[in-house]
């Protein structure tokens, strides 16, 4: 059974840092392409960052680029966002999803068939 486990969400100051990590179980990390989504509330989802599974290639969006680096552990099937310089407007519910496909093809939400339950974010002083 595939199953994707978030955490590392909380409160944190602005220009603080965040380590978010998504658990995966049921497949391996080489098959999927795992992405970041966001939703901050009366917002649509939005992607943030996505890895691919074959090669490990990368693509974070314009909001978040030169703030957040995507990264996984092979050994642990862990994904993590590390996001740095946090802003008030990186408060959202973040969640990794995964798509059966080895490289990443956008941010549609439509495209990831396994979602976690999402982590909650809080940018605030």
């Known amino acids: 059974q595939v199953q994707l486990v978030e955490s590392g969400g909380g409160l944190v100051q602005p220009g603080g840092s965040l380590r978010l990590s998504c658990a995966a179980s049921?497949?391996?990390?080489?098959?999927?392409?795992i992405a970041w989504f966001r939703q901050a509330p009366g917002k649509e989802r939005e992607g943030v960052s996505c890895?691919?599974?074959?090669?490990?290639?990368?693509y974070v969006a314009d909001s978040v680029k030169g703030r957040s680096t995507i990264s996984r552990d092979n050994a642990k099937n862990t994904v993590y966002l590390q996001m740095n310089s946090l802003k008030p407007e990186d408060t959202a519910v973040y969640y990794c999803?995964?798509?059966?496909?080895?490289?990443?093809?956008?941010?549609?939400?439509?495209?990831?068939?396994?979602w976690g339950q999402g982590t909650q974010v809080t940018v605030s002083s």
């Open positions: 999803a995964g798509a059966a496909i080895y490289y990443c093809s956008g941010y549609d939400p439509y495209e990831y068939d396994h």
């Open positions: 049921g497949f391996t990390l080489d098959t999927y392409a």
């Open positions: 890895m691919s599974g074959a090669d490990g290639t990368t």
